[in-house]
């Protein structure tokens, strides 16, 4: 399995982004996948899952109703759609994959096997 990543770079606060993933998968599963957020001295922490099937999607507290994920399985595609941002959602976000077995969605950085390579977000005050 395979994560390419678009999207990201510079936005000011109150601005909006995109991030997209493309799967490289050789089965016709549709594991759960998510988005990951890692700022600098910190964590990697969850932002945003959805299940395999597209019918439940979670959101971290810090950016629920900003932020939407979505999945396209026809296109093996993962969007994040970033709105309302602030300074403090900057830092590298990652797409994530679980096992192709795994339609589940997780908020578990654990939970997750495969991994894009990041995509930098910046937002200026």
């Known amino acids: 399995v395979q994560l390419v990543q678009s999207g990201g770079g510079l936005a000011q606060a109150g601005g909006s982004l995109r991030l997209s993933c493309v799967v490289s998968?050789?089965?016709?599963?549709?594991?759960?996948m998510g988005w990951f957020r890692q700022a600098p001295g910190s964590q990697r922490e969850f932002v945003a899952v959805?299940?395999?099937?597209?019918?439940?999607?979670y959101y971290s507290v810090t950016v629920e109703g900003r932020f939407t994920i979505s999945r396209d399985n026809a296109k093996n595609t993962v969007d994040l759609h970033m709105s309302s941002l602030k300074p403090e959602d900057t830092g590298v976000y990652y797409c994530?994959?679980?096992?192709?077995?795994?339609?589940?969605?997780?908020?578990?950085?654990?939970?997750?096997?495969?991994w894009g390579p990041g995509t930098q977000v910046t937002v200026s005050p």
């Open positions: 994530a994959s679980r096992a192709e077995s795994l339609p589940r969605a997780s908020q578990n950085v654990g939970a997750y096997i495969w």
């Open positions: 998968k050789e089965t016709p599963d549709n594991p759960a």
């Open positions: 959805i299940s395999g099937p597209g019918d439940d999607a």
